[in-house]
């Protein structure tokens, strides 16, 4: 069991739904947290006050982004873990976005940004090993099935799933790098009931599971300094409905 007490985990999107949720556990587990955010909102302040550090980091504003690539470079703590879980769910058709916008985002968010980040931090999570470190993928159970409603959304967590293998490669054997690839988590507050249904039907478990799956296999992944390359699956049984 690998003790997380004072060590430092990085979450993207850490101030809003799954990613609150690792952020408050780990935080609760004696971690010292860093998230990123992009927008503000009364739960920011919250974060602060228990201790979380927070960074407004908008992964589509260069400079922003750039300063950082730059803190995570040259100013961050020794890093225990990194994990990716800032995403943005658009579909094709959005009708104020044209495609060749589409494809250009969900490339920045999924793909480009996780990519420099992780050349960034990889030298202060190689510091921050104990005795080993984490980054964490989180993609989408779309990347097995295909979508034809969000096909540059999947096709950029494809790409992100491809990087797992990749820099679990190149990271080796300081650095473990795995991907959470869940279907259905947490319904967004305006889903309609028919879509709900249709949804839960498509999981042999049929269930809203919530945020915690993410946390368990998020802790299962810091625990285990056997596996990295790998994916772990949390999609209620799609795959054999
Ligand atoms: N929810 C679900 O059922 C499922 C989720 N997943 C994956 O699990 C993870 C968590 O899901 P969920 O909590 O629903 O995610 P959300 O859709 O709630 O987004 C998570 C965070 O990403 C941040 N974000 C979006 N765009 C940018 C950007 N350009 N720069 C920086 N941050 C950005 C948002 O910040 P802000 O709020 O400030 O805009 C948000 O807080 C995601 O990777 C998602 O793809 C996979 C399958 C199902
Ligand atoms: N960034 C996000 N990605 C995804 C979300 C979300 O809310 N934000 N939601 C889903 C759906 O729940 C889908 O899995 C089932 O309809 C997928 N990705």
Redesign the pocket.
Known sequence: MTNLEQAVVVI??G?????LHCTRTLQRLGCQVHI????E?AEIDVLRAEGVVCHR????DEDNFDAWLEYLRKEAPPLRALVH?????LPDSEPSTDFQTTIRRMN??HCE?PYLMNMAAAERLRLGGNPLSDIVH????VIEKGSDHHIAYAAS?AALDGMTRSFAKRFAPHIKVNSIA??????QADDDLEYRRKTLAKSALGVEPG?QV?VDALLFLLNNDYMTGRVIALDGGRNIR
């Open positions: 993207t999107g101030a809003r739904r799954v990613g990123t955010y992009r927008s909102h980091v908008d992964f589509e879980n800032a995403s943005l769910w920045r968010i940004a989180i993609t989408d159970y967590k869940p279907s259905l988590l947490m319904f945020p993410v």
